[in-house]
């Protein structure tokens, strides 16, 4: 039977034997089969009594207690940056067990509509549970909570589905979602770290925009840090996510789980699964009937959410597929041989020995010699007479032939003789300058 509000404040007064007690107040969210109370003394200060209502629940709330000695020691080194309740006194229960009382801790609930993007409350909640999977696992050890390995604890979720379709409630599309990821062995590849296992907006409380106090660590255990995360992954505004586990990251001393946000999202679905089987057990029909509310209105989103993403996948397929035709057909086509040049002195060289010789003109010479070295592509080597010499490579240029380069065009029907070295021969005699040749007479 559970104790009214009055009876709690009596027991309060027991407990702390200086306190004044002047007002009580239910208390909101107290927990599976614990009673709760609020009690408001002389001075105004606030008190939150609780009390087992059966074995079980005194049993889980004196592991808390045992818990929250051991993280008072990590408040006050200043490895938490936040306050956890400290018990101030107790009084056993006729019934067996004991009602225990701590001060209320100072700060309001978060909103998690006031979480943004940035380094303000988000980045801050983010470093305050990365500091929760920093303690050291005697912590939960000493307390007598549940300590799981990574391979165990999916083996427990994989239970907790089973357990869950057998009621006949969760859908066909959720159960092969859900078991598709409990089956894949490499998601589950994770370091089991301290989880508060309860995190919510009711048990995080804020000041100044920073954490200030963290409540409700009756789910305390060694499990998946995933856990920890879900709540914010699914319900947090999305600006907020990223700074949230970028914070979370650099103020872990592991390397970086490559799937914890998709476990995190995980988690956070089957939430449904647990609220259901939480109805089950107590035999609430309300619990059940909004657990299976919540299960249809998850299948629909997902549904519509995995077509989108296969829809999105075969788009991106056959960009890659017309991508890699593409270039398929521009690696098959011949690439057309580069022009060949002749360089200035060769076609120097060619004058002088047409006009020496009596030979043909050196424009039908040079369509000839083009005709004869056409390339593999049908291109002719490309050969402009009276070309200036600023157009020639340097490597095919008159300087580095040898010949003494003047920026003139070169002469040669008219000038001095060229040997096949291509500098100019002596004259015999001064007159040999001026005397016409015989192709010039002709």
């Given at each position: 039977?559970?104790?009214?509000?009055?009876?709690?404040?009596?027991?309060?007064?027991?407990?702390?034997?200086?306190?004044?007690?002047?007002?009580?107040?239910?208390?909101?969210?107290?927990?599976?089969?614990?009673?709760?109370?609020?009690?408001i003394?002389?001075?105004?200060?606030?008190?939150?009594?609780?009390?087992?209502?059966?074995?079980?629940?005194?049993?889980?709330l004196?592991?808390?207690?045992?818990?929250?000695?051991?993280?008072?020691?990590?408040?006050?080194?200043?490895?938490?940056?936040?306050?956890?309740?400290?018990?101030?006194?107790?009084?056993?229960?006729?019934?067996?067990?004991?009602?225990?009382?701590?001060?209320?801790?100072?700060?309001?609930?978060?909103r998690?509509?006031?979480?943004?993007?940035?380094?303000?409350?988000?980045?801050?909640l983010?470093?305050?549970?990365?500091?929760?999977?920093?303690?050291?696992?005697?912590?939960?050890?000493?307390?007598?909570?549940?300590?799981?390995?990574?391979?165990?604890?999916?083996?427990?979720?994989?239970?907790?589905?089973?357990?869950?379709?057998?009621?006949?409630?969760?859908?066909?599309?959720?159960?092969?979602?859900?078991?598709?990821?409990?089956?894949?062995v490499?998601?589950?590849?994770?370091?089991?770290?301290?989880?508060?296992?309860?995190?919510?907006?009711e048990?995080?409380?804020?000041?100044?925009?920073?954490?200030?106090?963290?409540?409700?660590?009756s789910?305390?255990?060694?499990?998946?840090?995933?856990?920890?995360?879900?709540?914010?992954?699914?319900?947090?505004?999305?600006?907020?996510?990223?700074?949230?586990?970028?914070?979370?990251?650099?103020?872990?001393?592991?390397?970086?789980?490559?799937?914890?946000?998709?476990r995190?999202?995980?988690?956070?679905?089957?939430?449904?699964?647990?609220?259901?089987?939480?109805?089950?057990?107590?035999?609430?029909?309300?619990?059940?009937?909004?657990?299976?509310?919540?299960?249809?209105?998850?299948?629909?989103?997902?549904?519509?959410?995995?077509?989108?993403?296969?829809?999105?996948?075969?788009?991106?397929?056959?960009?890659?597929?017309e991508?890699?035709?593409?270039?398929?057909?521009?690696?098959?086509?011949?690439?057309?041989?580069?022009?060949?040049?002749?360089?200035?002195?060769?076609?120097?060289?060619?004058?002088?020995?047409?006009?020496?010789?009596?030979?043909?003109?050196?424009?039908?010479?040079?369509?000839?010699?083009?005709?004869?070295?056409?390339?593999?592509?049908?291109?002719?080597?490309?050969?402009?007479?009276?070309?200036?010499?600023?157009?020639?490579?340097?490597?095919?240029?008159?300087?580095?032939?040898?010949?003494?380069?003047?920026?003139?065009?070169?002469?040669?029907?008219?000038?001095?003789?060229?040997?096949?070295?291509?500098?100019?021969?002596?004259?015999?005699?001064?007159?040999?300058?001026?005397?016409?040749?015989?192709?010039?007479?002709?």
């Amino acid at each position: 039977m559970a104790r009214s509000p009055l009876v709690l404040a009596a027991l309060s007064t027991v407990a702390v034997p200086d306190l004044d007690a002047v007002d009580v107040r239910r208390a909101s969210h107290p927990g599976p089969g614990i009673d709760a109370a609020v009690v408001i003394d002389a001075t105004g200060g606030r008190w939150t009594t609780r009390a087992p209502q059966d074995a079980a629940a005194g049993a889980a709330l004196e592991a808390e207690v045992a818990l929250l000695a051991g993280l008072v020691t990590h408040v006050d080194s200043g490895a938490l940056p936040f306050e956890v309740p400290r018990l101030a006194g107790s009084v056993s229960l006729p019934e067996g067990g004991r009602a225990v009382v701590h001060r209320q801790l100072p700060g309001r609930p978060i909103r998690l509509e006031e979480l943004g993007p940035g380094p303000g409350l988000a980045a801050a909640l983010g470093r305050a549970i990365a500091a929760i999977h920093e303690l050291p696992v005697s912590v939960v050890e000493h307390a007598g909570l549940p300590v799981y390995d990574a391979d165990s604890y999916r083996r427990r979720r994989l239970s907790e589905l089973d357990e869950a379709a057998r009621t006949g409630y969760v859908p066909a599309f959720l159960l092969r979602r859900w078991e598709r990821a409990l089956e894949d062995v490499a998601l589950w590849h994770f370091q089991p770290t301290v989880v508060h296992g309860d995190l919510s907006a009711e048990h995080v409380l804020v000041r100044d925009d920073v954490p200030v106090g963290v409540l409700g660590w009756s789910e305390t255990k060694v499990a998946d840090p995933a856990d920890d995360l879900a709540w914010l992954l699914v319900a947090a505004p999305q600006p907020a996510v990223d700074p949230i586990i970028e914070a979370y990251h650099l103020r872990r001393t592991e390397l970086r789980d490559p799937h914890l946000a998709t476990r995190a999202l995980l988690a956070g679905e089957l939430a449904v699964v647990r609220w259901l089987m939480h109805g089950v057990n107590i035999g609430d029909q309300a619990v059940i009937d909004d657990a299976r509310s919540m299960l249809d209105e998850l299948e629909e989103h997902l549904t519509r959410y995995e077509a989108a993403a296969r829809e999105a996948a075969a788009e991106q397929e056959t960009a890659r597929q017309e991508a890699a035709a593409r270039e398929t057909d521009t690696s098959a086509a011949p690439a057309p041989n580069p022009p060949v040049r002749r360089s200035a002195t060769a076609a120097a060289q060619d004058q002088l020995a047409f006009t020496e010789d009596g030979g043909a003109a050196p424009d039908q010479a040079w369509a000839a010699d083009d005709a004869e070295r056409q390339d593999d592509g049908g291109h002719a080597r490309a050969v402009d007479e009276g070309r200036p010499a600023e157009a020639i490579p340097d490597e095919e240029s008159p300087r580095s032939s040898g010949v003494e380069w003047t920026g003139e065009p070169i002469v040669t029907a008219s000038g001095p003789d060229v040997d096949q070295s291509g500098e100019p021969t002596e004259p015999t005699d001064d007159a040999a300058w001026d005397r016409p040749r015989q192709s010039d007479q002709e």
